[in-house]
T-cell receptor
């Protein structure tokens, strides 16, 4: 079964809007929650990540909100730009080590309209 | 530094044929991972090498898939014989293992017809 559930599958937002992508997980052994951004023809690239000991992390226009009790986390993109159009993957990794495998969500194809 | 290099970038083969994908990790990265994304679904873990040893191969779908990492440098993933359901994008990633920072390659798009 899918360990990290991501929604929506696709999202269209006007420039300047705030797209929100949501993810949920079940496994309490997950200890690291990264978001990856993928442009067409490229591999996923780490965008921002959070550990469960904080409820929010902000890097530039990108913010992760984390709700440990609900086992949910989300990505917000402030002042979205057409260049943000990409596929976004949430992910989670167990606590064993920093070299552990990453479990990905199914991805959200985001399109920012000019 | 050079990134993770994968080739070929695309491969179209017939069902029953054999295909070998190659990944060159970032120099000095002991950890090498293979992942696969089937159309529209999640990126799924296949296996993890630490140097030349298989650390975790729990994601390998069946014995038609064989991964090797000779001398702890580049890695190959062979599919023999290929089936239609093997179609997808195969990603390789590497890391130092001292933090969670994977670097992914651009992937190999495999189409089995």
């Amino acid at each position: 079964q899918q360990q990290v559930k991501q929604s929506p599958q696709s999202l269209i937002v006007q420039k300047g809007g705030i797209p929100i992508i949501n993810c949920a997980y079940e496994n309490t052994a997950f200890d690291y929650f990264p978001w990856y951004q993928q442009f067409p023809g490229k591999g996923p690239a780490l965008l921002i990540a959070i550990r469960p000991d904080v409820s929010e992390k902000k890097e530039g226009r990108f913010t992760i909100s984390f709700n440990k009790s609900a086992k949910q986390f989300s990505l917000h993109i402030m002042d979205s730009q057409p260049g943000d159009s990409a596929t976004y993957f949430c992910a989670a990794s167990p606590v064993q080590s920093s070299a552990s495998k990453i479990i990905f969500g199914s991805g959200t194809r985001l399109s920012i309209r000019p | 530094e050079a990134g993770v290099t994968q080739f070929p970038s695309h491969s179209v083969i017939e069902k029953g044929q054999t295909v070998t994908l190659r990944c060159d990790p970032i120099s000095g990265h002991d950890n090498l991972y293979w992942y696969r994304r089937v159309m529209g679904k999640e990126i799924k873990f296949l296996l993890h090498f630490v140097k030349e040893s298989k650390q975790d191969e729990s994601g390998m779908p069946n014995n038609r898939f064989l991964a090797e990492r000779t001398g702890g440098t580049y890695s190959t993933l062979k599919v023999q014989p290929a089936e239609l359901e093997d179609s997808g994008v195969y990603f390789c990633a590497s890391s130092t293992g001292f933090n969670y920072g994977y670097t992914f390659g651009s992937g190999t798009r495999l189409t089995v017809v």
